[in-house]
């Protein structure tokens, strides 16, 4: 278990940090573009990193790691921005769950294809983070017929989401703080060219300017203990754990909005903690 408890830490709070910028993120998203919340969060993340990757001395990756990072960039850019309407839209308690589960599912298929079956335990351990991740999505107020009419947001960005998932895992090799650089200028320009084709105004108004902060450090706190937890272990490890970021979501939901959690959703949270046992065995 102590092998492997440190990427499985690392993995947890990414998942809370990932959890924290989505709830604050769709809070604000309510209130102005969500394509301006990412543009402006990355552009404020990447004046943290780039001097904070010099102080510390990392060496820069090579062209393969910048490639693979650049992609991840413009597809966790899109997931973004889709996740921000779906939860400025909808209910917190239903959109991220929805969407980490379809993050967490691709690449849980990508890691038995490259990295081979893990263990009993662990593939347990995987399928009750994904049933936790589900029961966590019931919130219990919601029809079926408006259940999967609000399906289509979530979904598109949690496939966006797991392709961000693998394609950081392939370009952390060398580096942890250059590759999430790189994932911001690969986002910023193909997000400012989605704005100019449609001609949308984007920079929010200067009072959401410190929310947007907060989002973009939470955000960017996230990708870089994804990154060690998967360098560390595991692609599909690392991505299950990070993306029982819900858990965080719905408890803020539940906190500051007074959302109900359901005696499901309770079940879905003690499934997360046993699954987060069987991984670590």
């Not at 492997?4 to 998203?29: C, K, M, N, Q």
Request: positive net charge.
């Amino acid at each position: 278990m102590g092998l492997v408890s440190i990427p499985i830490l690392f993995g947890l709070v990414s998942a809370l940090t990932y959890g924290a910028a989505d709830f604050t993120g769709g809070l604000v998203a309510k209130r102005t573009s969500s394509v301006g919340i990412v543009i402006l969060g990355y552009i404020g993340s990447l004046i943290l990193l780039v001097p904070i990757a010099l102080l510390l001395g990392e060496a820069l990756p090579p062209a393969r790691d910048w490639i693979f990072a650049i992609f991840s960039g413009v597809a966790g850019g899109a997931g973004l921005i889709l996740l921000y309407r779906s939860l400025a839209e909808g209910q917190m308690s239903l959109a991220s769950p929805v969407s980490a589960l379809v993050a967490a599912a691709i690449p849980v298929l990508v890691g038995l294809w490259t990295e081979g079956l893990p263990g009993v335990y662990m593939l347990t351990g995987f399928a009750l983070a994904l049933v936790a991740i589900w029961l966590i999505a019931q919130s219990g107020k919601i029809s079926l017929a408006n259940f999967l009419a609000k399906l289509r947001l979530p979904v598109l960005s949690g496939i966006f989401f797991g392709l961000f998932f693998v394609g950081m895992h392939q370009a952390s090799d060398h580096a942890v703080i250059w590759p999430v650089v790189a994932t911001r200028l690969g986002s910023i320009p193909s997000l400012l060219l989605y704005t100019t084709l449609r001609r949308q105004s984007w920079l929010p108004d200067r009072k959401h300017w410190m929310n947007i902060g907060l989002i973009s450090l939470l955000d960017t706190a996230g990708n870089v203990f994804y990154i060690l937890a998967s360098q560390l272990g595991r692609l599909d490890m690392a991505a299950v754990v990070s993306s029982l970021y819900p858990g965080s979501t719905v408890a803020l939901a539940r906190v500051v909005l007074k959302e109900k959690i359901t005696p499901s959703q309770m079940i879905g949270i003690l499934c997360a903690l046993v699954a987060l046992v069987f991984i670590s065995l």
